[in-house]
């Protein structure tokens, strides 16, 4: 059993009878959906709400009920992967594209819980360029107010076309050094005309799940 699967397993401990459960997206939290799959065929009653159109194809294919904000009134526990994780919990994330939609659903959590495998744990953020979600519409124009910050963006693409989100938006993939004060940076994004959201999920996370050297489980918690 590799790391991601035996944190992504662990995540679905969690998850109790009757509860909402913001279903995350990436290679680890698949792991935790696969296992909720298994918990839901054997007699577990939940209702899921995805972060993005995969794990919503995921999901329905495990026969997880999924609903959507419309019918509950919070959800009860998120699990989500990140691309980093600092030591004081906050987070790099949007790797996959699903970083709006995984921070809507992330904040509406009663708990947030993070899976992620040894590597994704670092000192400071930064070494992952930072996603930042962006109108398609005068989207240059955003590219050089972010450029003001000391930011350098490169439009992430697929095949020589920009790559849309769930949302029908574009991604910057932003290199920084090192995020020392990564609040001031999130709202400083968020500020400019045109940037929806960015992947900076700053003291929002209530656990993260993830591995010591020793190959142990370690449940992480900000004190």
């Known amino acids: 059993m590799n790391e991601k699967q035996i944190v992504g397993e662990k995540a679905a401990e969690y998850v109790k ?8 997206t990436g290679s680890t939290v698949f792991y935790t959906i696969k296992k909720l799959g ?10 899921g709400i995805p972060t993005s159109i995969q794990t919503e194809t995921l999901a329905r294919e495990l026969k997880i009920p999924l609903v959507n904000f419309s019918e ?12 980093e994780i600092d030591s004081d919990l906050n987070l790099i994330k949007g790797g996959g594209g699903a ?17 992620a495998d040894s590597t994704k744990i670092v000192e400071s953020l ?14 240059e124009m ?6 003001q910050l000391g930011i350098e963006p490169t439009l992430r693409q697929v095949n020589n076309h920009p790559y849309k989100t769930d949302n ?14 990564a609040s001031e940076l999130e709202k400083g994004l ?34």
């Open 72 to 83: 509950v009134d919070c959800i009860d526990v998120a699990i989500d992967g990140a691309d």
């Open 126 to 139: 930064g070494s992952f360029p930072l996603p930042v979600e962006v109108v398609p519409f005068g989207y």
């Open 168 to 181: 029908g938006n574009y991604i910057f993939d932003c290199e920084i050094s090192s995020i020392f004060h």
């Open 38 to 47: 298994e918990m839901v065929n054997q007699g577990l009653s939940i209702k």
């Open 17 to 24: 009878d009757g509860m909402i459960v913001g279903l995350g």
């Open 142 to 147: 955003t590219k050089k107010q972010i450029i």
């Open 99 to 115: 970083l709006l939609r995984e921070k809507i659903i992330a904040k509406a959590a009663n708990t947030f819980i993070v899976v």
């Open 190 to 223: 968020n500020m400019i005309p045109g940037v929806v959201e960015n992947g900076l999920f700053v003291k929002m996370v209530d656990a993260v799940i993830t591995l010591d050297s020793k190959k142990d489980i370690v449940i992480k918690k900000i004190n």
